[in-house]
Every structure is written in structure tokens, then in C-alpha cells.
């Protein structure tokens, strides 16, 4: 953690990246996160900028508004300055996530920061 958290220090953006398991982040992410309590006024000091990227099998409107109501909330917390969210519906394998479009909307996110 001591090397993670030193990185982020480093950094001016933090980009978040998981698939939806059970309509939240990736437990692996979470753990992470919940790391950031050691340094989380370090992390606020920094008006860091953020992005959420995430993919999900279903294509429902609703799939992701847990995940977009947590980001948003970890954004107001952390006073992070959200860039942006790529919501890939229907990406429940690399192949169908290839033929999605998504991908090129990540591309265009960070292409345009
Ligand atoms: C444990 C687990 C939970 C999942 N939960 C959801 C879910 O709640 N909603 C959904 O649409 N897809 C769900 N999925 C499907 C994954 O989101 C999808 O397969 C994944 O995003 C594909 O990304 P990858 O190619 O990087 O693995 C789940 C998959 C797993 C393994």
C-alpha cells in the first residue's frame, strides 16, 4: 500500500476501473478504497481529478445507478473533479465489449482531458 498510496500522491488524476459484480465495484477495488482512509485529507488537499470506467453484462437504463450514485459520492467526498464516466451496458465478454463502442469512448475521455 505504502507504494500505492505513494503514486497516488504523485498523481494528478485518479481513474477507476472495474466491472459491476452485483451492481457495485470489484471487491478488489473496494479494498483499495478502503485503504484510503490512512491519507484521505492528503488525497483531498489535492483536488485530484477522477474517471470511472466500467463494463456490465445487462443493458438495462438502471444497471449502473448504484455504481454511478457511489462514484459520485466517493467524488464529493474525496473532492475529487469528475472528467467523465464510460458505462459500457452489454459488455459481458472482451469480444462483445470489442464490438461495443466503449472502448473508443475511453479512448476519447482521456484523449480529450
Ligand atoms: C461475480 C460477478 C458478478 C457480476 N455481477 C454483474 C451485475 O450485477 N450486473 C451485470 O450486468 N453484470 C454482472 N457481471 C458480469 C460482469 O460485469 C461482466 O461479465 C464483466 O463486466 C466483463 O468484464 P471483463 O471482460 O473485464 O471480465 C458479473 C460477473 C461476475 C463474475
Known amino acids: 500500500m505504502e507504494s ?9 488524476m485518479m481513474v477507476f476501473v472495474t466491472p459491476l459484480y452485483y451492481y457495485g465495484m470489484s ?14 485529507s492528503s488525497i483531498q488537499r489535492k483536488r485530484m481529478k477522477s474517471a ?8 438495462d437504463s438502471w444497471t449502473f445507478d448504484a455504481l454511478e450514485a457511489h462514484y459520485k459520492t466517493l467524488v464529493r467526498y474525496l473532492d475529487l473533479k469528475d472528467q467523465g464516466m464510460v458505462l459500457g451496458r452489454g459488455c459481458g465478454t472482451p469480444s462483445m465489449t ?5 472502448p473508443e ?9
Not at 4 to 12: F, G, K, S
Not at 98 to 102: D, I, N, P, R
Not at 105 to 113: I, Q, S, T, V, W
Open 4 to 12: 500505492i498510496r505513494r503514486v497516488i500522491l504523485n498523481a494528478d
Open 27 to 40: 471487491a478488489q477495488l473496494k479494498t483499495l478504497i478502503d485503504r484510503f482512509c490512512a491519507f484521505n
Open 52 to 59: 470511472l470506467l466500467t463494463v456490465a453484462w445487462n443493458s
Open 98 to 102: 470489442k464490438h461495443s463502442g466503449y
Open 105 to 113: 469512448k475511453a479512448y476519447e475521455l482521456g484523449r480529450d482531458l
